[in-house]
T-cell receptor, first 115, second 113 residues
Framework: EPEVTQTPSHQVTQMGQEVILRCVPISNHLYFYWYRQILGQKVEFLVSFYNNEISEKSEIFDDQFSVERPDGSNFTLKIRSTKLEDSAMYFC?????????????FGPGTRLLVL | DAKTTQPNSMESNEEEPVHLPCNHSTISGTDYIHWYRQLPSQGPEYVIHGLTSNVNNRMASLAIAEDRKSSTLILHRATLRDAAVYYCILRDGASGGSYIPTFGRGTSLIVHP
């Protein structure tokens, strides 16, 4: 069965550094998403992306964050200047057409630790 | 999205059925009921969804009350691999935009060998 993949699985970085988290959504899917989960807390929506544009974003997704689909397969989340509070699991997800009834497929996540 | 209420945790023995309840008393007529689960250190995983009728798939069954104010996720024979946090999420089928599930605290299912 097709799956969403994410790299790296773990990333350690210094505060203030830029990080790029990578995702390969399922190939025929059109909607892509990023979520984060701080340790012990809820899964939180960050941003959705469709047709090379941000579709929706949450309050968390401020100017430090950006997303890009640099080619036909990758979907990236960039954090420009990491803060300690950015330490979390980051999950990428995709859906075929973004419809309410559709299954959202999640990747295994990238664990980001900011020191 | 309408609010859901789930117990914080439940326990079960392996090989026994598990009934995970979800209350959604303010559900609207166009809200779909979705269930996801999150195994330890993994991303959320779709389990099942429904609108009005009971639903079955290879993972579980979803029983929806006649008034739709509650639903129950049924795992017919729990295994150790089913130990996870289970999320009941509503999404309005009438609204536009992409579907973005709002995850609450969910129910942490503990399965005993």
């Amino acid at each position: 069965e097709p799956e969403v993949t994410q790299t790296p699985s773990h990333q350690v970085t210094q505060m203030g550094q830029e990080v790029i988290l990578r995702c390969v959504p399922i190939s025929n899917h059109l909607y892509f998403y990023w979520y984060r989960q701080i340790l012990g807390q809820k899964v939180e929506f960050l941003v959705s992306f469709y047709n090379n544009e941000i579709s929706e974003k949450s309050e968390i997704f401020d100017d430090q964050f950006s997303v890009e689909r640099p080619d036909g397969s990758n979907f990236t989340l960039k954090i420009r200047s990491t803060k300690l509070e950015d330490s979390a699991m980051y999950f990428c997800a995709s859906t075929p057409q973004g419809l309410t009834q559709e299954t959202q497929y999640f990747g295994p996540g990238t664990r980001l630790l900011v020191l | 999205d309408a609010k859901t209420t789930q117990p914080n945790s439940m326990e079960s023995n392996e090989e026994e059925p598990v009934h995970l309840p979800c209350n959604h008393s303010t559900i609207s007529g166009t809200d779909y009921i979705h269930w996801y689960r999150q195994l330890p250190s993994q991303g959320p995983e779709y389990v099942i969804h429904g609108l009005t009728s009971n639903v079955n798939n290879r993972m579980a069954s979803l029983a929806i009350a006649e008034d739709r104010k509650s639903s129950t996720l049924i795992l017919h024979r729990a295994t150790l691999r089913d130990a996870a946090v289970y999320y009941c999420i509503l999404r309005d089928g009438a609204s536009g935009g992409s579907y973005i599930p709002t995850f609450g605290r969910g129910t942490s299912l503990i399965v005993h060998p």
